[in-house]
């Protein structure tokens, strides 16, 4: 027993990582260590429970925490939360200190989300090209309206209305058990990114707390109806999530200024390091996406042969 919950804490750990670098998402990281489809069943039980308890239905609710695997779920969030907090004070100076050349990386990072998740789409028609277009122009517009990661912004977690981290950890959560789609990208197009990771580093408890309530809620409210929207509107679901992707490329184009504010400059004298992190950012998300590919035909493949 002790060795299957170390091996979910150092996945958790894993996916952690994976959650709180924008454009690399906690779901492919899971995909790749062939857990995805048990974490999806997981939260899917859990988030009707909720649901369940929220009607007063007690006995509903009770049996379907029954059915959650808590010796893999429990081990598996204490890795993501370990990973979350060693590494947010990390990221957290690399944006103070270099900030032209974390924004390069980020920008590889969703630049190459944004191709696997094209790849996802079954229909690549006139509609589908629509709603990608629509929705990354209008976003790519409205976040010229507002500032991106600067320092200020970092440093500014307590200015920030309390409903905004409930509401912020309620839509993040969606992204993150999607594969492609990654969770604090979610965070950087709502301007909450930085506020978010400072309140990590700085152990802001009560901030935290409503955060981490607004993921529950989130969980209970919308992983039911993101399945149903999914298994009915996959392809323009998909195609709205690509445009999101497209449009918050505003926030990380790394000049004028790097992550300090969503102006379009030319590249400057950091031109060499930049394109090397975007490449590395490119080649991280595409390697991880490759192994995840393989995973899966695996794992299908055992099953056709089990039938």
């Given amino acids: 027993m002790l ?31 062939g857990i995805y489809r048990r974490l999806v069943d997981s939260i899917r039980s859990v988030s009707s429970a909720i649901g369940s308890f929220a009607l007063a239905d007690i006995h509903s609710g009770l049996g379907w925490l029954r059915r959650v695997e808590w010796l893999f779920l429990v081990p598996l969030l204490a890795g993501i939360a370990i990973a979350i907090g060693s ?14 050349q974390v924004a ?6 969703v630049v190459s989300s944004i191709f ?3 790849r996802l789409l079954d229909r690549h028609d006139t509609p589908r090209v629509a709603i990608i277009v629509i929705v990354g ?9 507002r500032d991106g990661l600067s320092e200020e912004t970092v440093s500014q977690a307590h200015d920030a209305a309390a409903w905004i981290f409930f509401a912020s950890g309620a839509v993040a959560i969606c992204a993150m058990i999607l594969p492609g789609v990654s969770g604090s990208l979610i965070l950087v197009m709502l301007g909450m990114y930085g506020p978010v990771l400072n309140a990590v580093t700085d152990r802001e408890l009560g901030l935290l707390a409503l955060f981490l309530a607004g993921a529950t809620l989130g969980l209970a409210l919308f992983s039911q109806l993101l399945h149903w929207a999914l298994h009915r509107h996959y392809d323009s679901v998909m195609a709205a999530l690509i445009g999101l992707m497209f449009g918050s490329t505003r926030v990380l184009w790394p000049w004028p200024d790097g992550l300090n504010g969503t102006g379009i400059g030319a590249p400057d ?14 080649g991280l998300v595409t390697g991880i996406n490759e192994i995840a590919l393989r995973v899966e035909r695996r794992s299908a493949t055992a099953i056709c042969l089990e039938i």
């Fill in 3 to 33: 060795r299957t919950l170390f091996g979910n804490l150092v996945r958790g750990l894993l996916m952690g990582s994976a959650d709180i670098v924008p454009g690399v998402s906690g779901g492919t990281m899971a995909l790749v260590l």
């Fill in 87 to 100: 590494l947010a004070s990390v990221i957290e100076t690399q944006l103070h200190d270099h900030p032209v």
């Fill in 104 to 109: 390069a990386l980020f920008l590889g990072l």
């Fill in 116 to 118: 696997i998740a094209w």
């Fill in 137 to 145: 122009t209008v976003l790519f517009a409205l976040l010229g309206l």
């Fill in 269 to 282: 004298g950091e031109r060499l390091s930049a394109l090397l992190l975007a490449a590395l950012g490119l």
